[in-house]
């Protein structure tokens, strides 16, 4: 069965204090791994996607990277406006061209001035 | 460009009730997806339609679910009846190319007494 796998549930940093966020996942020919942020009382905003092992993209303090089991989102020197609920999320392969994705249960990151 | 309009925002109802709940998606975007997210969880796919078609209602809860999405464009999602456990927030999104690049809405709050 397809899953995916968020730790930790919860992360407080302080402002500045750089720190990783993992998602693992078990499916069969990963077609594509999504990052989102979600805000509360917002629905989730796109941050990135990574489609192959070794991949790497950035935005600003987030750095996202992808290994053959798991992916990582490093937040380096993190700001109070970073603090949010932190979804992975991975494309499974279909008959099609679509192909639904399956959430993680996310990361809350909060960040203390 | 105008994001992912849903209504309403807020929903309480009582056991056994109905509800209904409005999507407009991205224009152009071809492809809708409702989601259910309950407290502390990440999005589960409920259903997703591609055009007027649904591509995939595997997680739809038949007996009290159901959703349609006229012309292509609005949909709407519907619980009859309602039970505790649906209590959740659902989410609309849309996307023009492949299930990843999704742009979501607010989300309408859910709770049932």
């Known amino acids: 069965e397809d899953q995916v796998t968020q730790s930790p549930e919860a992360l407080r940093l302080q402002e500045g204090e750089s720190s990783s966020l993992n998602c693992s996942y078990t499916?069969?020919?990963?077609?594509?791994l999504f990052w989102y942020r979600q805000d509360p009382g917002k629905g989730p905003e796109f941050l990135f996607t990574?489609?192959?092992a070794g991949e790497e993209k950035e935005k600003e303090r987030l750095k996202a990277t992808l290994t053959k089991k798991e992916s990582f989102l490093h937040i380096t020197a993190p700001k109070p406006e970073d603090s949010a609920t932190y979804l992975c999320?991975?494309?499974?392969?279909?008959?099609?061209?679509?192909?639904?994705?399956?959430f993680g249960q996310g990361t809350t990151l909060q960040v203390k001035p | 460009e105008a994001g992912v309009a849903q209504s309403p925002r807020y929903k309480i109802i009582e056991k056994r009730q109905s509800v209904a709940f409005w999507c407009n998606p991205i224009?152009?975007?071809?492809?809708l997806y409702w989601y259910q997210q309950i407290l502390g969880q990440g999005p589960k796919l409920l259903i997703q339609?591609?055009?007027?078609?649904?591509?995939?209602d595997s997680q739809l809860p038949k007996d009290r679910f159901s959703a349609e999405r006229l012309k292509g464009v609005d949909s709407t999602l519907k619980i009859q009846p309602a039970k505790l456990e649906d209590s959740a927030v659902y989410l609309c999104?849309?996307?023009?190319?492949?299930?990843?690049?999704?742009?979501f809405g607010p989300g309408t709050r859910l709770t049932v007494l």
């Open positions: 499916v069969s020919g990963l077609r594509g």
């Open positions: 999320a991975v494309q499974a392969p279909s008959d099609g061209n679509t192909g639904k994705l399956i």
């Open positions: 999104a849309s996307s023009l190319v492949g299930p990843g690049w999704q742009f």
């Open positions: 339609f591609q055009n007027n078609g649904v591509v995939d």
């Open positions: 224009s152009g975007h071809a492809t």
């Open positions: 990574l489609y192959s």
